[in-house]
């Protein structure tokens, strides 16, 4: 071979395809496909508008628009710089501290996810004022409450990716500058950080789209964002409501570019097979225990004192199904199964569906790959009725027998994975990320197939991001709503629904013990299919 000469797609001296070959087209292909399946709500606000005559530039240029609009962007950014530091503290305070009761905190601190943002923010109305568990301080309403809630909501969005991250960072360079005197502070701002950036940056941005599609929170806090508009043009002018939904969808595109193109394409060592470095907290032992135990209190605490107090005084409507304590729970059985399943289906569906475009970001960064991700992040930001609406525009014109598949569970599952789809490709993108390159390269240069590499090399190491991507699904889906609403075969119910019913017609004894069990249920799923490995390590 002469000198300078190149030997294209092959290893050297073993003949073994490099990575430009073999599996990329395949995988830029599933990439591709799985983007355009996510563009469907999209296109379907795009040809609703279209059909009914919206403008999208004279709706974006609208008074009535930028109002809403700015209100939506000032909410969801406020939300999503707290929810980053916050998830991040408690994540490192539960992940690598001597933090007291760290394993329960571990598992509590996920839980406030589960809750409905619009019981959430009633739990807050009831909670303060006049005949609610404080009395003695006002209600807070307006941007304030609204962004008390989502915050104490949408932190976990940020938590559990962070605190999985922490979990399996190398701890050699953190025992150096132990060694070398660094301080816990200056050696998380120094060390740890920079391990750790891009998967905050993934939950970060969870946040910002969650706060942006969020209509029950800000619609009880009577705070004017685009969403409620949305909502409140729905069915006098759907032609404007479509065309806010397209705002939405486009500022969700942008967004998820714009993260993209600010994530560094950089692989931080990662630590297998040792524990991750401990601190001693010290004299912020109390102080890290009191911001624990505060965040819990208002996030999950607070809200369960609401519930247990709206079923101990019980209801005098007559004809319900509950109407206080001494009343048998087995009208919740039902939902509560129906939940479980779903939201477990939902989750591990969510996983297999994103795997491939999130593999494709972080291991070829192509162009199809980055819109193909955009495209999955993009319908976060919707609010969960457009995304519902438009599984059922595109259900009821499939041809044949795809048609039949409306208001069916299979379909049900579509739309969930469709809108929370984000959250597990955030998570399973910043885990294959931080996979070092050097280990297919080695596998490679020793002749392994792809398919094995990815099993007994890959999948181990991402497995905790996984994880932690199909958990924050399914704690998301137990909680969805108008998707189960319109797409849910006949009869069957979920908590969320029983909620949402009950809550309507005033049962708020119902609403009470539902709520209960709903995040009785979440923590029993969170901890068997989540985070029970890590706790037993």
Not at 171 to 188: D, H, I, K, V, Y
Not at 211 to 221: E, K, N, P, Q, R
Not at 411 to 437: C, E, K, N
Request: glycine share 10%.
């Amino acid at each position: 071979m002469k000198a300078g000469s190149k030997t294209p797609d092959r290893g050297v001296g073993t003949g073994i395809p490099t990575r430009r070959s073999g599996r990329q087209p395949v995988l830029m292909v599933a990439a591709a496909v799985i983007g355009l399946l996510f563009l469907f709500p999209i296109a379907y606000l795009a040809w609703g508008s279209l059909s009914l005559g919206g403008d999208f530039w004279a709706t974006l240029a609208s008074p009535r628009t930028l109002g809403p609009l700015r209100n939506s962007l000032t909410i969801a950014a406020a939300t999503a710089g707290s929810c980053m530091v916050l998830g991040t503290v408690l994540a490192w305070m539960v992940v690598r501290t001597d933090l007291a009761g760290r394993r329960f905190w571990r598992v509590v601190l996920a839980l406030p996810l589960v809750i409905p943002s619009f019981v959430g923010a009633t739990a807050m109305l009831s909670a303060f004022g006049r005949g609610g568990l404080v009395p003695f301080l006002p209600r807070v309403e307006g941007f304030w409450g609204a962004f008390i809630v989502l915050t104490l909501l949408s932190y976990p969005y940020v938590y559990l990716p962070v605190q999985a991250r922490l979990s399996t960072t190398v701890p050699a360079m953190e025992e150096t500058a132990r060694l070398l005197g660094s301080r816990a502070p200056r050696t998380m701002v120094r060390v740890v950080l920079p391990q750790i950036r891009s998967t905050v940056a993934a939950g970060t941005m969870l946040v910002f789209l969650y706060g942006l599609s969020d209509f029950g929170a800000v619609a009880l806090m009577r705070y004017d964002t685009i969403t409620r508009a949305i909502f409140s043009s729905r069915l006098f002018d759907r032609a404007s409501s479509l065309s806010l939904g397209l705002v939405l969808a486009v500022l969700a595109l942008v967004v998820a570019s714009v993260e993209r193109t600010m994530t560094p394409d950089r692989r931080p060592e990662r630590g297998i097979g040792r524990q991750p470095v401990r601190y001693r907290l010290g004299r912020a032992a109390l102080p890290g225990a009191a911001l624990t135990a505060g965040v819990v209190g208002l996030a999950l605490a607070a809200p369960l004192g609401v519930f247990l107090l709206w079923v101990i005084r019980g209801s005098s409507t007559v004809g319900i199904g509950y109407s206080g304590i001494g009343d048998g729970l087995g009208f919740l059985l039902r939902p509560s199964l129906n939940s479980a399943v779903a939201a477990i289906m939902a989750g591990v569906a969510a996983v297999v569906l994103t795997l491939p475009v999130a593999y494709a970001v972080s291991r070829r960064r192509t162009r199809i790959g980055d819109a193909a991700a955009a495209s999955v992040t993009s319908v976060f930001a919707l609010p969960g009725l457009v995304v519902a609406l438009a599984v059922v525009f595109w259900a009821i014109r499939a041809p044949g027998p795809l048609a039949a598949l409306y208001q069916t569970f299979p379909l049900l599952v579509l739309a969930y994975v469709l809108h929370f789809g984000a959250q597990s490709m955030g998570a399973t993108q910043a885990a294959i990320a931080d996979v070092p390159r050097r280990y297919e390269e080695a596998a490679r240069t020793l002749g392994v197939t792809a398919r094995r590499r990815f099993l007994a090399i890959d999948l181990p190491l991402v497995m905790p991001g996984l994880v932690t991507g199909g958990g924050l699904v399914m704690l998301s889906t137990l909680k969805e709503l108008p998707a189960t609403l319109l797409l849910a075969p006949i009869g069957f119910e979920t908590l969320a629904t029983r909620i949402w019913n009950a809550a309507e017609d005033g049962f708020f004894a119902e609403v009470g013990v539902a709520s209960l069990v709903l995040i009785l249920l979440s923590g029993i799923l969170t901890w068997a299919l989540v985070l029970r490995r890590e706790l037993q390590g």
